[in-house]
């Protein structure tokens, strides 16, 4: 609703002095020239185009809402837009009607006054019927002389978006490379596990196939013994039924001497074969015997997979120790605290006991109630800690660093440090500076 341009802010002065004095404000003109319009001397581009979302009209009035970044004619605003967007925030972007386009426009309380001031304080536009009773104590301004403020606003709040809007850009980009890491990583740790489950499955193959050998050559030799003794029966019985035969012919004969003869032959061959040994042989059957699985030796045997989450940061904070001396006995003085998406970070100092010079420093690890304690197994923390002491103002002495590190499970984790306090250039410390750099590697065992 503010006027185009401050060419308008003339316009007004006019027309204001004009209603006081009594005189009628001349009619506005229009005109078109070079695609631009010429309204009450403010000049206005119409090169673009603006059309309705959803009508695709672009020969009414059309507003935007910067909620739903739709435009709209207004028609669609009244019937589909404002029904089920009440609290929703519309202007308007193009006046179809070019006597209008630009004016100040009338109150809606007071129609027959115009919005010619601004309120700060409720950020309203309002006219001088309502300054009077509402916002008389308010900082109320003109509206051309806001206008120059809001633009000003708002071409700050446009460099803001833009110099904000790159860094934004380059941490999607830093996430969607760690998601493609992430599922890099997951497909080359799913090739691994199928590797080393066929690895185990070539294994457990080849046993049974040399089992299986293994019993086919077994039985071999048993099939092989068999198979001779019944070769060998079966050849007796042939030559027991041909020597049966041999009777039958004889007794056919009427040979005497014959008989005689072949009889003590037939006699000895009767011995051989009934001498002969029919052996017992074992009924040979073959069983797979197995012992239950058992899910320890085979998860042992397939492995595991382990998902790390890693996480790092630096911590700096300096410890007053007049503040550490005046505290309770075993009170501790903390830092602020560091928030590393859903951990949190502090250091923390106390004397170990009133007037002595050792100092019991931490570095305290919260996970947070936002990590999902069910799924992490432990954490392990590495922190290099620095410190140095400060002596009236003047860091002196020697900086001391020190590495820990600690592996707990939920939720949180300390890492001390004990520090003595040294006595330099006829004085005692009065501040210490700890910094930390910390990696922290949350992992989860599946």
């Not at 001397?41 to 185009?49: E, F, L, N, P, R």
């Not at 708002?154 to 830093?174: I, M, T």
């Not at 049974?208 to 013994?225: F, I, R, S, V």
């Not at 019991?360 to 432990?378: E, M, Q």
């Amino acid at each position: 609703m503010f006027p185009s341009t401050n060419s308008k802010k003339r316009k007004i002065e006019q027309e204001s002095a004009a209603s006081v004095s009594g005189i009628q404000s001349v009619p506005s003109t229009s005109s078109s020239t070079e695609g631009e319009t010429i309204v009450d001397g403010v000049t206005a581009k119409t090169d673009k185009i603006f059309s309705c979302d959803a009508c695709k009209s672009s020969d009414n009035d059309i507003y935007k809402c910067i909620e739903c970044y739709k435009y709209m004619c207004f028609s669609c605003k009244n019937t589909r837009h404002d029904a089920f967007n009440a609290d929703h925030h519309v202007f308007m972007v193009f006046n179809q009607d070019t006597e209008t386009r630009g004016r100040i426009r009338q109150c809606i309380e007071h129609t027959k006054e115009k919005m010619e001031f601004y309120c700060k304080k409720c950020s309203v536009a309002i006219c001088k019927t309502c300054r009077a009773p509402d916002h008389q104590d308010h900082e109320v301004l003109g509206i051309c002389d806001y206008r120059d403020e809001a633009e000003a606003e708002f071409k700050k709040l446009k460099d803001e978006l833009e110099l904000k809007s790159p860094e934004f850009e380059k941490y999607v980009g830093e996430v969607s490379a760690k998601i493609d890491s992430m599922e890099k990583s997951a497909q080359t740790s799913c090739s691994e596990i199928d590797r080393h489950v066929k690895e185990i499955c070539d294994v457990v193959t080849q046993r049974a196939n040399n089992l299986k050998e293994d019993l086919k050559k077994t039985l071999q030799e048993d099939k092989q013994m068999m198979e001779k003794i019944v070769g060998g029966t079966a050849d007796l019985i042939g030559r027991m039924a041909k020597m049966s035969q041999n009777i039958s012919d004889i007794l056919i004969g009427d040979c005497m001497y014959d008989m005689t003869e072949i009889l003590t032959i037939m006699k000895r061959q009767r011995d051989e074969w009934k001498s002969r040994d029919l052996a017992r042989l074992h009924v040979v059957k073959s069983k797979h015997h197995t012992a239950p699985i058992d899910l320890k030796s085979v998860n042992d045997m397939v492995g595991e997979f382990r998902v790390t989450r890693q996480a790092n940061t630096t911590l700096k904070h300096r410890f007053n120790y007049d503040v550490m001396n005046n505290k309770k006995e075993n009170e501790w003085v903390y830092s602020p605290v560091c928030r590393l998406e859903d951990l949190s970070l502090y250091f923390r100092a106390k004397f170990q006991s009133k007037g002595t010079n050792n100092l019991d420093l931490g570095l305290f690890v919260n996970c947070g109630d936002n990590v999902n304690k069910s799924t992490i197994n432990y954490c392990t923390v590495r922190a290099t800690m620095t410190l140095c002491d400060w002596y009236n103002g003047k860091m002196e002495g020697k900086e001391e660093t020190k590495t820990l590190i600690q592996t707990f499970t939920q939720p949180f984790g300390i890492l001390n440090w004990n520090h003595t306090l040294k006595y330099i250039s006829w004085s005692w410390p009065t501040e210490c500076t700890l910094s930390a750099t910390v990696e922290i590697t949350m992992t989860t065992v599946l």
